[in-house]
């Protein structure tokens, strides 16, 4: 009996098992995900730089008042982004310390406690500002304090011109060198006076203010945490104007 014919409708040509489509593998990635548990360090005495939120002043700036800032530059650990720029920093004041009447600048202290990175981590943070950008005379000493600006030749301004304003009166008074000499005194006291009972110029951060922050101690973050590919963005604030300084004169 012959042998059933195969039946063509279900065999494959050879053109076609040659233009079949191949197999699909899934891509596969090469680079492992960190362990759970893998830490990344930030060592000590890295610098970040950081932008200020809210103003603050020794006007009205009372120990334990927030401050709030922002990363403007990324910070990179081996060759990978750390600490995107835009990421949060927050901390307090200190220390406020209002200008002297008669000697003394205002001071400013203030710490860094808490960073909260873009995709919501927050890490503990121990750092103190290096220096500052405020658009006015501040300073930041070796002790991580921003010190106001002094106002010494605004002082030796107010003198001379109390003494020549009452020299002038002396002189019209008694139409004489002694009179204008007496006046010369009495204005020179008044203007000293009025250096005594006026304060210094304040020490201020104005909004916008650039701090370069230090870290007094490692940061460590989680490896699985810190997988950023982007360098980050900070918002974009204005600078601070330039100030210069202003003392409130009493009683002028």
Aim: charged share 15%; no cysteine.
């Amino acid at each position: 009996m012959p042998a059933a014919p195969a039946n063509p409708g279900n065999a494959a040509t050879p053109q076609q098992a040659s233009t079949a489509a191949p197999a699909v593998t899934p891509a596969v990635s090469t680079t492992p995900a960190p362990a759970k548990g893998v830490q990344i360090q930030v060592p000590t005495g890295t610098h970040i730089p950081l932008v200020l939120h809210n103003g603050i002043s020794t006007r009205s700036a009372r120990p334990g008042d927030p401050v709030y800032f922002e990363t403007l530059f990324p910070v990179m650990v081996d060759g990978k982004v750390a600490i995107p720029a835009g990421s949060y920093v927050s901390g307090e004041v200190t220390q406020s310390k209002r200008p002297g009447r008669v000697k003394g600048r205002g001071e400013l202290a203030i710490k860094l406690t808490t960073m909260i990175l873009p995709n919501s981590y927050m890490v503990n943070l121990n750092a103190s500002p290096s220096g500052a950008g405020t658009g006015g005379g501040e300073t930041v000493n070796n002790e991580g304090k921003v010190v106001g600006d002094s106002d010494k030749a605004s002082d030796v301004g107010t003198v001379v011109k109390t003494t020549a304003a009452g020299a002038g009166i002396g002189a019209i008074a008694s139409q004489g060198a002694r009179g204008a000499g007496i006046g010369a005194g009495i204005g020179a006291a008044a203007g000293l006076g009025a250096v005594l009972l006026s304060r210094g110029p304040d020490a201020e951060l104005p909004r916008g203010s650039t701090v370069e922050a230090v870290i007094d101690r490692p940061i460590l973050l989680d490896a699985d945490k810190v997988q950023f590919t982007s360098p980050g963005q900070a918002s974009t604030l204005p600078g601070p104007p330039n100030r210069e300084p202003q003392r409130n004169k009493i009683p002028f």
